[in-house]
């Protein structure tokens, strides 16, 4: 059979503000044949995106096809005019983005946005593109799917939306489909609807499609083949199973080895029962307090109690919406708990964290999910670590300056990268800073709150292993706060699973992986895992859970 | 991948460099050097008479001319430098800052501290800038540090509204969480994490706010309530001599030129600063 697409020698460059031109993709040659699935899988920063982009002839700015051809059902992209390409993109090639919630206009229905793309190149009559974009919605089996068209985007969930932006790449019966990371922003009780979904809907459609994502287990359940990219090339390629099973080239094998958390044997110190470093004491904690009746709007923390002992880790696990977040801040006092009791390291802490003492605020540092959002982008690492150092400690000058060194030592950074700023590192570097600042406070407990979900798989492990070389040098406590099981059960020797704001089940290290909750026992099942056939056997019909 | 030498890192940072910014750079620096040398560049003394003619045009004698009186106009145009930049610049100046630092405190700050402010300044950008300068200039009378005060004023609640709105932003980071969960002080947070992320946006509203600020200096002079005669500023140029223009006199299109050049100039400079090259791994 022809070769749908064949991309030949394709480079992209981008353009520095030296005028330096960097070659991002080296030399990729790619065919997918008609109804083909192809996955593109690699850390942040390997050019899998940009490749699946230059389909549409499209590269982001700053970039452009230096070298190479991309023939796209017989013809060749590079070359075309834009008008062309215009003709070209929802036709023929569609896109899925990342996040749906950004591709969707928020000011108009739906069911226009879905259909769009239909009227736009005259494909078919607007009652027409209607019908079909209903038929999608039920094979994307979503709620309702006469009416949900008629929604906006805010009043459907992320799952839903990330369905709909398939339903509305699918409507102008494109020959190639590209998913770009759409599930990485769900949850994993989510991504299985979403999966599944599109699992159907590209069956039925018979369209090919390019799989852009850095999960191998998600891959596996949809790709016939993956490309395993780095820097810019093609690693290795081959049929799924043969990835999986076969990986000839170290840098899948390492993907494949990060995918198994290795746990470190626990060795678990002698705690003494009766005092526990963090003892929290049936907090409540949400958002809008109404002074009238005297109760909360959105009861986001409700009655939850955990312990924690010196130097062991604590993880909470739930999906977004389930007051993880909200019970880290209430614990560090950012958003102040309207009831219960937080007693730290012996001593009862104030609801909000301008009526702690200075001392228990620095022994208490919280590590936050996006390291872009948490480091100040206009400073330097220098003045990022700097400053904790000279607020708490009043280190300045020589003295400072070797702490920071120091610091960076401790999160194996280089001492070379003083000078950068955050937006020059990368995702895993970021994260070490941002973990470095908390160490410069010298705490007894950090609580990290998603502190791995923004990084690669390979990254993660590399963390996590820092982290724990890090509590045993400096006898620190952590709480995870995450989604994701794998990594809170590489680490932690107690888990507390929250759902609607009430911690459901606590488990201790000998039984973390038998849990009896019913909610537990869908989390755990939903992880991915790295068999193709995983998804095909969940159970159908999942358990849908009531609080 | 390249490897990062030392050496790498401490070199010098070199800066893009725009040519339309350092055109504009040019003409603000003639102007500043024209203001600060005023009085020894210029051949005649303010005041004086010293042409037979009234409009005269350009000659050996009077470069561009002379006025409605028969003055030189470069000397005039040399002297009025010193109004025009002075005055703006001192205004602009306080304006901007107070503007700012009120924006980023109640930013930071919220709450009541906020919300007071805000209705205060949304309540003075109410009354109409032009009108109010003319009430302020008609009951204390016209000198230049009322003037300075008064422009200062009309500008702040705009520079503080679009202060405020930049730092809502970045008051709502992670970063500012943890500057706070530190215990750190207002100061700290406005200066070192809120205002260099918002210096950009801020700059460019300095250099619009300071043409706004020399066209209503202007315009006041133009109504004869700006700088008092003899000296006069560039707007105060074009009123005194406005009857010249049917006879195309220099001295009406001058000091106008004067004022455009000015007010571009510092907008392209301001909107094409040098940016630091971060590329480093050449």
């Known amino acids: 059979m022809a070769n749908l697409v064949e991309i030949r020698g394709l480079k992209v460059e981008a353009k520095t503000d030296a005028n330096r031109r960097i ?48 023939m796209v059902d017989g013809q060749d992209v590079v070359q075309m005019s834009e008008q062309q390409r215009s003709r070209l993109r929802g036709a023929v090639v569609s896109y899925v983005p990342q996040s749906a919630a950004l591709a969707f206009n928020p000011a108009k229905a739906i069911m ?20 079909r974009a209903i038929e999608l919605f039920r094979a994307l089996s979503l709620p309702n799917p006469e009416t949900i068209g008629e929604r906006y985007p805010h009043q459907v969930s992320g799952g839903q939306l990330q369905r709909l932006a398939a339903a509305m790449a699918l409507i102008a019966n494109p020959k190639i489909v590209i998913f770009d990371e759409p599930t990485t922003a769900l949850d ?19 369209a090919a499609a390019i799989y852009v994502s850095h999960d191998l287990a998600v891959v596996a359940q949809l790709a016939d083949r993956i490309a395993v990219l780095r820097n810019g090339e093609v690693q290795e390629m081959g049929q799924t199973v043969q990835i999986l099973e076969q990986a000839r080239h170290p840098y899948t094998r390492e993907l494949i080895a990060a995918f198994e ?29 109404s002074k009238i009746d005297s109760s909360l709007l959105v009861k986001a923390v409700d009655n939850v109690s955990l312990q924690l002992y010196e130097g062991r880790n604590l993880g909470i696990v739930g999906e977004s919406g389930c007051g993880k977040s909200t019970l880290a801040c209430a614990i560090s006092g950012i958003l102040p708990a309207v009831s219960g009791h937080i007693i730290f390291d012996g001593r009862e802490l104030g609801p909000g964290y301008k009526e702690r003492t200075a001392q228990q605020k620095r022994e208490m540092q919280i590590v936050f999910q996006y390291a872009d959002a948490a480091l100040n982008p206009a400073r330097s690492i220098d003045d990022i670590l700097g400053r904790p150092l000279a607020f708490y400690h009043g280190l300045t000058g020589e003295a400072q300056s070797k702490r920071i060194n120091a610091l960076l030592d401790m999160v194996r950074l280089p001492t070379s990268l003083r000078g950068r700023r955050p937006g020059e590192l990368s995702g895993g570097q970021k994260q070490r800073v941002n973990f470095a600042r908390a160490l410069a406070a010298e705490p007894k407990l950090i609580i990290c709150d998603e502190v791995t979900s923004a990084l690669d798989t390979v990254v ?88 | 991948m390249t490897v990062e030498t030392s050496s790498t890192t401490r070199r010098r940072p070199r800066y893009q460099i725009k040519v339309v910014g350092m ?20 051949p005649y003394p303010i005041g004086d008479i010293v042409d037979q003619d ?20 470069l000397s005039r145009i040399v002297y009025g430098a010193r109004y025009t930049l002075g005055i703006s610049l001192a205004a602009v100046t306080m304006a901007c800052t107070c503007g700012v630092v009120l924006g980023m405190s109640a930013a930071v700050a919220g709450g009541w501290f906020d919300s007071v402010l805000s209705r205060f300044l949304d309540a003075m950008s109410s009354i109409p800038s032009k009108l109010f300068a003319l009430v302020v200039v008609s009951a204390v009378g016209s000198s230049i540090p009322v003037l300075i005060f008064m422009l200062a004023v009309i500008y702040t609640p705009g520079s503080y509204r679009f202060a405020r709105a930049l730092a809502v932003n970045i008051a709502a980071m992670d970063y500012i969480t943890i500057a706070r969960l530190r215990g750190e002080k207002m100061f700290h947070i406005i200066t070192a994490e809120v205002l260099p992320n918002i210096i950009g946006p801020v700059l460019t509203d300095l250099g619009l706010r300071f043409v706004f600020i020399v066209l209503l200096l202007s315009g006041m002079s133009f109504l004869g309530l700006g700088v008092q005669p003899p000296a006069a500023d560039w707007g105060g140029l074009v009123r005194e001599n406005i009857d010249g223009l049917p006879f195309a006199a220099p001295a009406v299109i001058l000091p106008s030129i004067a004022i455009a050049t000015l007010t571009i100039a510092v907008n392209l400079f301001i909107d094409n600063l040098p940016v630091k090259i971060r590329d480093r791994s050449e």
């Open chain 1, 23 to 70: 070659e991002i993709v080296k030399d990729v040659d790619l065919d997918l044949v008609p109804g083909e699935i192809v996955a593109l899988i690699g850390e942040s920063g390997s050019g899998k995106t940009t490749i699946a982009l230059t389909l549409m002839g499209h590269t982001r700015t700053g970039c452009s096809i230096s070298a190479g051809s991309v």
């Open chain 1, 261 to 289: 958390p290795h746990r470190a044997p626990v060795v678990l110190n002698e705690i003494d029962e009766r005092r526990p470093l963090l003892d929290v004491e049936n907090v409540v904690a949400g958002y809008g307090w």
């Open chain 1, 112 to 131: 226009d946005q879905v259909i769009e793309v239909t009227q736009i190149h005259g494909i078919m009559p607007a009652e027409e593109a209607r019908q």
């Open chain 2, 23 to 42: 055109l504009g750079l040019a003409i603000i620096v003639f102007w500043l050097i024209v203001a600060a040398l005023g009085p020894h560049l210029a």
């Open chain 2, 54 to 73: 009234y409009f005269g045009p350009m000659s050996r004698d009077f470069w561009l001319g002379s006025d409605y009186l028969g003055r030189d106009m």
């Open chain 1, 460 to 547: 993660v492990a590399a963390i996590i292993d820092l982290l724990r070389e890090l509590q045993q040098e400096l006898s620190l406590s952590y709480i995870f706060i995450s989604h994701d099981l794998s990594m809170v059960q590489a680490i932690c020797d107690k888990i507390v699973v929250m759902y609607q704001g009430k911690a459901v089940e606590e488990l201790a290290v000998e039984n973390m992986t038998q849990p009896q909750h019913p909610y537990t026992q869908l989390l755990f099942s939903s992880v991915p895992k790295l068999d193709p056939n995983w998804l095909d056997s969940l159970a159908r019909e999942r358990p849908i859970l009531t609080a």
């Open chain 1, 188 to 206: 994993v009780t989510t991504q299985i609807e979403v999966l599944r979904a599109f699992k159907d809907v590209m069956r039925r459609a018979g």
